[in-house]
């Protein structure tokens, strides 16, 4: 493309056409400040209003300042981002953002990051010359996301991440002028919405206007309560980005330090939802398998293509918004929920504790956890298989809490038995994970064959939607990856239109999967962070000694034991589960 | 939040019919929503969550249309819509002492409608009957040189 010459801040710089002023001048290290623009960078995710003018610029010739995100460079073009003009307007505009700002930080669950805050310190606000009326809205708890929207600065990158990227529609800018807030349709709480709860609107809010429902109390409530026993499972994800709380480099593959850490938290027994991930493919792998095998053999009542399952805000999206179709995913449930109904039935007995004295918290890179505990299917008697789930986020706050110098930790293993696991259950943690873990195993089944390669390198990437096709001894395998609901939707409508070509389809709901799950360290529109934890996942795996699920010796024993067969009786009835047609508050229920 | 109602099938059908109409086109929401609410009177919820599945957007979007323009209203008119003119001549006649009257006795606000749906109470500009301020209509029948003491008898004819 054609460059074009401009100056900023007195240097001359060339830049591509089409670039904007925000961009360029990033591109030569002038830093203009930004609030609600928002940009991660190869996952076609963008915000870019142009509304909070916090990131204005003044171009000589032209009569008002222009917002530097959305105005284009041109060519001879001088554009100065810091005389005093320009600082004095980015000022009123932060002191007018601030007049209607609880500012409460000292409480506010972002603290330390926040991107309002920070804007605060940088420009050295000292005191709010604007005082009148603040916004005043309701505060809606729901089972995993709290809005506090008195906070909102009206960005709308939740709005944008809701509707554009996951289709789901559940968040809207209502009323106008000083009544203006993003909400739900009628300003109902979010439990009433057909919200997923995947939490990457509290992944890219700004401010504290969406954070997590916090269970961290509970947890340390639960742990020093001498009647009970508290086991711990930690998600594939989590070990790969919970370091970046602690400062070290994005893609610090840190589990032996959280094994630790859990274990001076006091948590008694410290697992591994990987291991549960391993027996989620004996589940999942064996059903495709049995799918696939009544498919060939000409069954024209199968279901196909296999859908996984293991994301619960996938789930939620699909009884919501695919009904007719709630009968193709798989029915193993999620890894959290597998190791919760084997650790409530299987391990209390083992170790002689009643299962309501049993707790079993988990750890998740992800919001939608805390909502999948909470489905009553899930619950016997009403207690719930998992009691409790926290963030990565959340466990950081607690390590820091119990003055735990994470990075000094020695590094430990999980304990035994629900804590041995595979490369496998590691990749469960990005996009094309739980598919190509499915494959070493389902390949490994079909054909009686160790796999050629253990690295199905074809399914591995960070582009919305994939495909490709694996030759199983002869056998060819359509694979559909989706991350993403927006590209999820597209693949289902090939479904319902009945032009699918595929045998099975991984979806994970968040872009690029678990390991930028809503309960992650927050990106702040930085996707190398999210690039680094992708490399980690696989580097994690291949220094697994043993990396294909049915390999799994403790998985083994346990169908040994316990369970039988995979897909058998028992396995069935504790680790597979049904979905619903759900409709929200509102919905017209038009069927006949 | 708005009132759990149970949508009428003749109403259901003419919405998607309205859809239809604007070949369920998301673009056309507002006429949509204009031509709905001139059919039904209001916009209940419902009604918005079926014009948000005929034209394929959502219903957050459609309520975030409903509730940036004071046009659409989601709060049903009474059995019998009393509109009090605030036009300057009624307004300077004490308009203002009736409206209130109609308030306090009612108990509710301009723009809302009584718990058991028979009255709803709004204020307008000039009704082109200023020999007659202060002017009210009830429905069709219009009310004129009115004190606040004659509100209370206007409501018993309706009660």
Redesign the interface.
Known sequence: MENIKLTIDNKEIEVAAGTTILKAARLHNIEIPTLCYFDLKGMDITNKPGSCRICTVEIEGRKNLAPACITECMPGMIVRTNNIRVLNARRSVLELLLSDHPTDCLICPKSGNCELQALAVRFGIRELPYQGEKSSHKRDKSPAILRDMDKCVMCRRCEMMCNKFQTVGALSAVNRGFNAVVAPAFEDSLSQTACTFCGQCVAVCPVGALSEVNHTASVIRAINDPKKTVVVQTAPAVRVAIGEEFRMKPGTIATGQMSAALRRLGFDYVFDTDWSADLTIMEEGTELLGRLNKYLAGDKEVKMPLLTSCCPAWVKFFEHQFPDLKDIPSTAKSPQQMFGAIAKNYFAQKIGVKREDLIVVSVMPCLAKKYELSRDEFKTDNNPDVDFSITTRELAALIKQANIDFSSLPEEDFDSPLGESTGAGVIFGTTGGVIEAAVRTAYEIHTGKPCPSIDFTELRGLEGIRSATIDFDGLPINIGIAHGLSNARKLLEEIREGKSQFHAIEIMACPGGCINGGGQPLNHGDSRIIQARWEAIYKADKDKPIRKSHENKSVQQLYKEFLGEPCGEKAHHLLHTHYFKRKTEFEVDLDK | ??V?IK?KQDH?DKIKEICKKFNNDGGELINVLHQTQHFIGYLP??A???I??ELN????????VV??YSFFT?TPKGEYPISVCMGTACYVRGAERVLDEFKRLLNINVGETTADGKFSLTALRCIGACGLAPVITIGEKVYGRLAPDDVKGIIEEYK
């Not at chain 2, 957007?57 to 975030?64: D, F, L, N, R, T």
């Open positions: 939040m708005p759990k949508m259901i919820a419902e918005q969550e079926l948000a599945s957007v959502s219903v957050a979007h459609v309520y975030g509730s940036f989601m």
